[in-house]
């Protein structure tokens, strides 16, 4: 099977915008999701080394979990069918008729749906819960929620490689964790990472955090921090002040924000901005770590 072009390096841009020079930062941004358009971002760097591990595990179905919205469905979707692999997305709460949208992309590339009662799938890591997919189901190469485990973390912390350019502090936004714990292995020293949750009540994600980095390299890094003030009510939230966020950052810069991970790490770029939270001179790199799929918006 022919391997599918992927935009590697991302490409790194500029942000000019007369808010950052009066105080003196800079802005970069990292366009991850321009990599693939079903495979963009995070999505790519999670799998890259898991699609490896089960290709060397010599299984022909990949299994995973996520919520009916979930962007990592879809992209695990897209992988089996780019990489020749069977999927199956294993769904959390009710079956959905009519599918989503989402869910809808994940059957027409080729996944299985199952669903999984709320009760159960919040034990999904549970070896009798596995046991019990297996025997319904038939072997599987298994990517956890969110695509994060240490082989996440690893191909996360190829993406700073990527960056010639000099740069302090570098933002993403966290959703499970694999991503910042990556992206924070990659750095260099004196270097820092920054994640902005997405869901409310996100202190829990320092520990999870902590847990990928020790899986993944033995230790953790001490190099990041996850700011939690910022999840706009929780995970695929939003309100006025954020859509107007998106709707002023688009025009003055003509990129349409993710507005469920990637709009609100931006809104805390600024607001730490004007809050004088960075030194005059420090150079910040933005992840921008997947496009704006246009989904659902519950407020
Ligand atoms: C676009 C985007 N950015 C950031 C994240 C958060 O990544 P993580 O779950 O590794 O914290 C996700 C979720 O995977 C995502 O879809």
Partial sequence: ?????????????????????????????????????????????????????????????????????????????????????????????EAYDPLNSSLQFAVDHGMHLTYLDRHTYRMKADPEVIDQLQRDLG?????????????????????????????????????????LAGIAAGLNAGQRAIGFSSLKGGDFLIDDVATLQRDALGDETGNWQVETGYHFGGYAKTNPELTAFVADFESRHGLRLDWVYVAKMMFGIYDLVAQDRFPAGTRIVAVITGPDFGGQIRS
């Fill in 139 to 179: 072997d599987f190469y298994l990517i956890p929620e969110g695509g994060s485990n240490a082989l996440a973390v690893r191909g996360c912390a190829e993406l700073v490689s990527e960056i010639v350019e000099y740069f302090d502090v570098i933002c993403c936004g966290v959703g499970t964790g694999g991503t």
């Fill in 1 to 93: 099977m022919a391997a599918p072009a992927l935009l590697l390096p991302s490409p790194i841009e500029v942000v000019e915008d007369e808010r950052l020079d009066a105080a003196g930062v800079r802005l970069l941004l990292k366009r991850d999701d321009l990599i693939h358009p079903d495979l963009p971002g995070n999505k790519w760097r999670k799998l890259k080394y898991n699609l490896d591990a089960a290709r060397a595990a010599e299984a022909s179905r990949l299994l995973t979990f996520g919520g009916a919205y979930s962007n990592h469905i879809r992209a695990v979707a897209a992988a089996g069918a780019l990489f020749g692999f069977e999927t199956i997305g294993v769904i959390r709460g």
